[in-house]
């Protein structure tokens, strides 16, 4: 016999577990600490998106929460705001944003990045110039960069004394712990019922 309301229970707990669970297992966020305390005057951090500008192997790298004293930054190629954070895309074939600082400070961003399952692979460099993009500084080529790989894994480098990267999973927002947990309650009513009929 079709019961309409057990349809539609499961419907709903489906959509509650998916909804919830999809926000809970978020991959995760890199933070990038760069110390440039043994350093003077005025830099520019250049962030380089570069890869496959397929539609198969499009990629983002969003930028958020930056701290240190940041000044004024110039954008080239596919990048978009979003919200209180930088989008960088590489459909475009590259996106390029040059962030002026003031060094003798410690810096600091969040990073989380969306792969595409094909294509060749995509990498972002962040490299640190004097103020005429004529010379690095602190580190000669990259202070970090994250290759990635389609359906597999990122690879970071950061292999000197003033840049440190830490993994970390991303915290979910509250309406999708409590969407998740009302999934997870509606799941046991349900199995509750079952029993008791």
């Not at 000044?71 to 962030?99: H, K, M, P």
């Not at 490299?127 to 290759?147: I, K, R, S, T, V």
């Not at 991303?170 to 409590?178: L, Q, Y």
Request: glycine share 14%; proline share 3%.
């Amino acid at each position: 016999m079709f019961n309409l309301k057990n349809l539609f229970t499961r419907a709903l707990l489906a959509l509650m577990l998916v909804s919830g669970a999809g926000a809970a297992a978020a991959g995760p966020i890199y933070h990038v600490t760069i110390d440039t305390t043994g350093l003077s005057g005025t830099g520019v951090f250049d962030f380089l998106f570069t890869g496959d500008a397929t539609s198969a192997g499009a990629a983002t790298a969003t930028l958020s929460n930056p701290s240190g004293d940041f000044g004024s930054n110039e954008a080239f190629g596919d990048i978009r705001s979003g919200g209180l954070s930088l989008v960088l895309g590489n459909t475009g074939g590259y996106a390029e944003l040059l962030q002026t600082v003031t060094l003798g400070g410690v810096f600091g961003i969040d990073l989380r990045f969306d792969v595409a399952p094909a294509g060749d692979g995509t990498t972002l460099g962040i490299a640190l110039y004097n103020e005429a993009l004529d010379a690095y500084l602190g580190l000669e080529g990259n202070l970090a960069q994250f290759d990635l790989v389609p359906g597999g894994t990122i690879g970071v480098s950061d292999d000197n004394a003033l840049t440190r990267i830490v993994a970390v999973n991303d915290v979910p927002e509250p309406a999708a712990i409590a969407l998740l947990a009302l999934g997870l309650a509606l799941m046991a009513w349900t199995a509750r019922a079952r029993r008791m009929h």
